[in-house]
């Protein structure tokens, strides 16, 4: 019962933060250039201070883990030469590191195998392909569906590729792999499989989908419930069944390829 409770001050948190977000003038922070780039980078700064709470918790050091955290942080920052915004970068790349080893420390707490961490290189080389590939109809449809306001201009491809990286990995490691090793610690003691099921696939699909959307929000709420719902079945969805039933390898393979051919198209 205390877990479900947490569960939802957690959820209500989020949406509390979001509305804030959304109601606060963008006037009282300069920073944004947005209101989704402010909201986005306040909900990364709340799970930065869950991570690590967690991360002291439990008290334990894991090398392999930490170094596997550092390196996925690192990567992130690849986006810097492509986006002036160094600070929330940089805000991302910790979040990050933090998320990913918090994570590994929740699977231990919460006694939860899994497989994402006992990847040899090839295999998770192998899976981040296979997820590249599944997701190419998801590709073309999301650039299809920007290329209806704006028009295609082809990008440096090598760029697009390493840039892609970027919100490939913090998104996955942030919204999905730290969300399911949380919701799943949460959630322990739950005998309702199919509850329990149900609210982690919620954790990991509607907070990440709304962070796209409280400019829309303001502009059209209609049409940005439309988009939210839309967008979690065909991208949402799959990301989180890949997250759940594969691995983090194939997710982030899965989602890179989505936003490479989205820059490479210009959007």
Same mark, same amino acid.
């Given at each position: 019962?205390?877990?479900?409770? %947490?569960?939802?001050?957690?959820?209500?948190?989020?949406?509390?933060?979001?509305?804030?977000?959304?109601?606060?003038?963008?006037?009282?922070?300069?920073?944004?250039?947005?209101?989704?780039?402010?909201?986005?980078?306040?909900?990364?700064?709340?799970?930065?201070?869950?991570?690590?709470?967690?991360?002291?918790?439990?008290? !334990?050091?894991?090398?392999?883990?930490?170094?596997?955290?550092?390196?996925?942080?690192?990567? #992130?920052?690849?986006?810097?030469?492509?986006?002036?915004?160094?600070?929330? !970068?940089?805000?991302?790349?910790?979040?990050?590191?933090?998320?990913? @080893?918090?994570?590994?420390?929740?699977? &231990?707490?919460? &006694?939860?195998? %899994?497989?994402?961490? $006992?990847?040899?290189?090839?295999? =998770?080389? #192998?899976?981040?392909?296979?997820?590249?590939?599944? =997701?190419?109809?998801?590709?073309?449809?999301?650039?299809?569906?920007? =290329?209806?306001?704006?028009?295609?201009?082809?990008? %440096?491809?090598?760029? #697009?590729?390493?840039?892609?990286?970027?919100?490939? !990995?913090?998104?996955?490691?942030?919204?999905?792999?730290?969300?399911?090793?949380?919701?799943? @610690?949460?959630? $322990?003691?739950?005998?309702?499989?199919?509850?329990?099921?149900?609210?982690?696939?919620?954790?990991? !699909?509607?907070?990440?989908?709304?962070? $796209? @959307?409280?400019?829309?929000?303001?502009?059209?709420?209609?049409?940005?419930?439309?988009? #939210?719902?839309?967008?979690?079945?065909?991208?949402?969805?799959?990301?989180?069944?890949?997250?759940?039933?594969? %691995?983090?390898?194939?997710?982030?393979?899965?989602?890179?390829?989505?936003?490479?051919?989205?820059?490479?198209?210009?959007?």
């Amino acid at each position: 019962m205390k877990g479900r409770i %947490n569960y939802f001050i957690s959820f209500g948190s989020f949406l509390l933060l979001y509305m804030v977000g959304i109601l606060l003038p963008l006037e009282v922070t300069p920073h944004y250039g947005n209101y989704m780039s402010r909201v986005w980078n306040w909900t990364e700064i709340l799970i930065l201070f869950c991570a690590a709470y967690y991360t002291f918790k439990a008290r !334990i050091f894991q090398l392999q883990q930490a170094v596997t955290a550092l390196l996925l942080g690192a990567v #992130c920052l690849a986006a810097l030469f492509r986006d002036p915004r160094t600070t929330d !970068i940089l805000m991302t790349s910790v979040c990050v590191m933090m998320a990913f @080893y918090a994570a590994c420390r929740l699977y &231990d707490l919460a &006694d939860v195998e %899994n497989v994402s961490l $006992h990847q040899g290189i090839w295999k =998770s080389v #192998c899976d981040f392909g296979l997820g590249a590939l599944i =997701s190419v109809p998801l590709a073309f449809l999301n650039v299809l569906y920007f =290329s209806f306001s704006r028009q295609v201009h082809v990008e %440096n491809v090598l760029h #697009c590729a390493v840039f892609a990286l970027k919100p490939a !990995i913090s998104e996955e490691v942030v919204f999905r792999f730290f969300l399911l090793a949380y919701g799943s @610690y949460l959630l $322990h003691g739950i005998t309702e499989k199919r509850f329990q099921n149900a609210l982690i696939d919620i954790l990991l !699909i509607f907070p990440h989908e709304l962070l $796209h @959307y409280p400019d829309m929000f303001l502009q059209s709420p209609f049409w940005a419930v439309a988009m #939210c719902i839309l967008g979690s079945l065909f991208f949402g969805l799959p990301m989180a069944a890949c997250m759940r039933r594969k %691995n983090l390898q194939m997710a982030v393979g899965m989602h890179w390829f989505i936003d490479f051919v989205r820059f490479t198209a210009g959007f």
